[in-house]
């Protein structure tokens, strides 16, 4: 099995231990003398670079959250001087100040390594056609994935998010293989080609979607198969930490191997902030351990995962994390049930005639919350008859019911009816007062 640097990604456990601890412990050394934000927070909690001397004294550390990228925006956090810095990324600030990550030279380097690592598990070589379709420009997406797709050697397709018609025409002249965009923005290239009367399988080359930077769904992966012929393959990363790059998928795997060599991770407690043992379900802490421009110690990523040590079929030794479910300020609490879009979107999916373009609104009446489910049926099922769809609505509350112990109202749309995304889709419309 192809790998991109077999040597550190199956690294034995205890040289990678010894790699982390010398890692985290220059990390921490660096950030003191260089970042008067981590001085001070260190300072704070009576600590010395010279009290983290391994792994174990990392939960000692006060974790960092965005709003301290907010409070530092723009240039607070670097740790090297801004002529060190050659990129900037940031993300949208839709709620509030934007963060801004900066990178050098060096930084730039390990993160086309990371991105080419996902990659090759993802079957990406030299004679691979990947058509990246996420947005370029401050967003990681666009630019992360273009230099890890370079670094390999593969053909890079710069065709950027948009223009959806474009993309089939492209990917049939240029024969890509591989196309590169959210899970979300895969469904509706797909669909559009099918309107186009473009079968993907017999028409064109392309045959595996790496999708990432949204919450998806097991369901969703298996209609991308059955629908399209299309593999889709999961990755993760985050803005804060360095991009997409932070973990990915192998067929083999269940799970994505995190790059830890560079991105140490944590399960926490999100209500105690308390560590949680391997296996556990919680949220995500992220240090990095080799970032030059901007370093994070124990950042709150707000995602829910688990992470699971056991060697992988693969024969990498890096952890893996579930997929994630969501994040914990996109948990819905209706009525008091805990509730993330990506079960809705299971549970549904695993019926016939549903399509994964959906929209779930939150509504209050009264004292009571609300739930409704808004979900398009594939062509298919819009020409049965209407009294199939009614069935179908009525099977439909019953298994959602059952799956998150509140009655949602379960709303039949036709094919087309929901907005689509060109990025991160929208699920959720909360109407509720504030
Ligand atoms: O979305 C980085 C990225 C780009 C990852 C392209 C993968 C591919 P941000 O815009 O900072 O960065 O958003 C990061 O997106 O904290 C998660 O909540 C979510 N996210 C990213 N990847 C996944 C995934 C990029 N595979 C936030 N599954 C993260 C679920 C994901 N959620």
Same mark, same amino acid.
């Given at each position: 099995?192809?790998?991109?640097?077999? %040597? !550190?990604?199956?690294?034995?456990?205890?040289?990678?231990?010894? !790699?982390?601890?010398?890692?985290?412990?220059?990390?921490? @050394?660096?950030?003191?003398?260089?970042?008067?934000?981590?001085?001070?927070?260190?300072?704070?909690?009576?600590? &010395?670079?010279?009290?983290?001397?391994?792994?174990?004294?990392?939960? @000692?550390?006060?974790?960092?959250?965005?709003?301290?990228?907010?409070?530092?925006?723009?240039?607070?956090?670097?740790?090297?001087?801004?002529?060190?810095?050659?990129?900037?990324?940031?993300?949208?600030?839709?709620?509030?100040?934007?963060?801004?990550?900066?990178?050098?030279?060096?930084?730039? #380097?390990?993160?086309?390594?990371?991105?080419?690592?996902?990659?090759?598990?993802?079957?990406?070589?030299?004679?691979?056609?990947?058509?990246?379709?996420?947005?370029?420009? !401050?967003?990681?997406?666009?630019?992360?994935?273009?230099?890890?797709?370079?670094?390999?050697?593969?053909?890079?397709?710069?065709?950027?998010?948009?223009?959806?018609?474009?993309?089939?025409?492209?990917?049939?002249?240029?024969?890509?293989?591989?196309?590169?965009?959210?899970?979300?923005?895969?469904?509706?290239?797909?669909?559009?080609?099918?309107?186009?009367?473009?079968?993907?399988?017999?028409?064109?080359?392309?045959?595996?979607?790496?999708?990432?930077?949204?919450?998806?769904?097991?369901?969703?992966? !298996?209609?991308? &198969?059955?629908?399209?012929?299309?593999?889709?393959?999961?990755?993760?990363?985050?803005? #804060?930490?360095?991009?997409?790059?932070?973990?990915?998928?192998?067929?083999?795997?269940?799970?994505?191997?995190?790059?830890?060599?560079?991105?140490?991770?944590?399960?926490?407690?999100?209500?105690?902030?308390?560590?949680?043992?391997?296996?556990?379900?919680?949220?995500?802490?992220?240090?990095?351990?080799?970032?030059?421009?901007?370093?994070?110690?124990?950042?709150?990523?707000?995602?829910?995962?688990?992470?699971?040590?056991?060697?992988?079929?693969?024969?990498?030794?890096?952890?893996?994390?579930?997929?994630?479910?969501?994040?914990?300020?996109?948990?819905?609490?209706? &009525?008091?049930?805990?509730?993330?879009? %990506?079960?809705?979107?299971?549970?549904?999916? #695993?019926?016939?005639? %549903?399509?994964?373009?959906?929209?779930?609104?939150?509504?209050?009446?009264?004292?009571?919350?609300?739930? $409704?489910?808004?979900?398009?049926?594939?062509? %298919?099922?819009?020409?049965?008859?209407?009294?199939?769809?009614?069935?179908?609505?009525?099977?439909?509350?019953? @298994?959602?019911?059952?799956?998150?112990?509140?009655?949602?109202?379960?709303?039949?749309?036709?094919?087309?009816?929901?907005?689509?995304? $060109?990025?991160?889709?929208?699920?959720?419309?909360?109407?509720?007062?504030?």
């Amino acid at each position: 099995m192809r790998m991109w640097q077999p %040597t !550190l990604e199956c690294m034995p456990l205890p040289q990678r231990r010894a !790699l982390q601890t010398q890692r985290l412990r220059d990390i921490v @050394r660096r950030v003191y003398e260089c970042v008067p934000f981590y001085r001070a927070r260190l300072d704070a909690a009576g600590l &010395r670079p010279d009290d983290i001397r391994s792994l174990d004294d990392l939960p @000692r550390i006060p974790f960092t959250v965005k709003d301290d990228f907010r409070q530092n925006y723009p240039f607070g956090l670097l740790a090297v001087p801004r002529r060190d810095v050659v990129r900037l990324h940031a993300s949208s600030g839709t709620t509030g100040r934007a963060t801004v990550v900066g990178y050098t030279r060096a930084d730039l #380097e390990i993160w086309a390594d990371v991105v080419a690592r996902f990659l090759v598990m993802a079957g990406v070589s030299e004679d691979s056609v990947c058509q990246v379709a996420f947005g370029y420009g !401050l967003f990681t997406g666009g630019f992360g994935l273009h230099y890890g797709i370079e670094r390999i050697g593969a053909l890079v397709v710069p065709a950027a998010s948009g223009h959806t018609r474009r993309h089939i025409q492209l990917m049939k002249d240029f024969g890509s293989t591989h196309l590169i965009c959210t899970p979300s923005y895969a469904v509706h290239i797909a669909e559009t080609a099918r309107d186009m009367g473009v079968d993907l399988q017999r028409d064109t080359r392309l045959r595996v979607a790496c999708v990432g930077g949204e919450p998806w769904s097991e369901q969703m992966r !298996l209609q991308l &198969r059955a629908l399209h012929g299309l593999e889709g393959f999961d990755n993760y990363g985050l803005s #804060e930490l360095i991009g997409p790059g932070v973990s990915g998928e192998s067929p083999q795997c269940r799970g994505m191997h995190i790059a830890e060599d560079h991105f140490y991770p944590e399960i926490i407690d999100p209500v105690t902030g308390e560590p949680l043992p391997y296996g556990a379900r919680g949220e995500l802490v992220l240090t990095s351990l080799t970032r030059q421009a901007q370093p994070v110690l124990r950042y709150r990523t707000r995602d829910i995962t688990a992470l699971d040590p056991e060697p992988c079929p693969c024969g990498r030794t890096h952890v893996r994390m579930a997929r994630v479910t969501g994040r914990s300020d996109d948990m819905l609490i209706i &009525r008091g049930v805990n509730i993330f879009p %990506t079960q809705i979107e299971h549970a549904f999916l #695993e019926m016939q005639g %549903t399509s994964p373009n959906y929209q779930i609104i939150v509504d209050r009446q009264g004292a009571l919350d609300t739930l $409704e489910v808004k979900i398009e049926v594939t062509e %298919t099922m819009l020409s049965d008859e209407m009294k199939n769809l009614h069935r179908m609505e009525l099977e439909l509350q019953k @298994r959602l019911s059952e799956a998150l112990s509140i009655h949602p109202k379960i709303t039949l749309v036709e094919p087309g009816a929901l907005p689509r995304s $060109e990025g991160k889709a929208l699920r959720v419309i909360d109407r509720r007062p504030k």
